[in-house]
T-cell receptor, first 117, second 112 residues
């Protein structure tokens, strides 16, 4: 079974600064997908970024980028130029899609990020 | 395209009652997954449906059930509600490719 670990329960960053959230996972699979989701106070789960394990290039989405280290099973999220709207709970998630047994996201416990003005 | 919609958004029930939650996926998405989120257990997978078939089920008691209709809309049912069933229930839909689940706003269930 896959496990996802987020070792930072809470983090704080000054507006306009850069912050990195950590995530490690454990799997014996070779091809899989990793995600960062954001959950603001509204509780809506919003996709931030996605990484396909067979791609060596790190994914980027505007101010959000990842550092994907497959051998180390590490998947960190870097937020540049932090904005007040980035204040949220951030979840790291793993998925191995299977036609036979379906798709299931395995989530970490989350990191609560506060952006200070 | 419209996003994933869930109804109702809020629900208050008493112990022993049953409840049905509804989820309408993004148009064209055939896979629908359900998750339970609680402060104590975090985000846990309930089940996943694809083309009206349950392909995977999480470690939940039989009181939790679901189904999917031919238009891909899905419902989940919880019978004989317990206080511990109070949670945010999230629905997500996906198409292949890309292998990405998009979530609805959730249904907050409070069991008294």
């Amino acid at each position: 079974a896959q496990t996802v670990t987020q070792s930072q329960p809470e983090m704080s960053v000054q507006e306009a600064e850069t912050v990195t959230l950590s995530c490690t996972y454990d799997t014996s699979e070779n091809n899989y997908y990793l995600f960062w989701y954001k959950q603001p106070p509204s509780r809506q789960m919003i996709l931030v970024i996605r990484q396909e394990a067979y791609k060596q290039q790190n994914a980027t989405e505007n101010r959000f980028s990842v550092n994907f280290q497959k051998a180390a099973k590490s998947f960190s999220l870097k937020i540049s130029d932090s904005q007040l709207g980035d204040t949220a709970m951030y979840f790291c998630a793993f998925m191995k899609p299977r036609m036979s047994s379906g798709d299931k996201l395995t989530f970490g416990t989350g990191t609560r990020l506060a952006v200070r003005p | 395209k419209a996003g994933v919609t869930q109804t109702p958004r809020y629900l208050i029930k008493t112990r022993g009652q049953q409840v049905t939650l509804s989820c309408s996926p993004i148009s064209g998405h055939r896979s629908v997954s359900w998750y339970q989120q609680t402060p104590g257990q975090g985000l846990q997978f309930l089940f996943e449906y694809f083309s009206e078939t349950q392909r995977n089920k999480g470690n939940f008691p039989g009181r939790f059930s679901g189904r999917q209709f031919s238009n891909s809309r899905s419902e989940m049912n919880v019978s004989t509600l317990e206080l511990g069933d109070s949670a945010l229930y999230l629905c997500a839909s996906k198409q292949r490719p890309p292998e990405t689940q998009y979530f609805g706003p959730g249904t907050r269930l409070l069991v008294l």
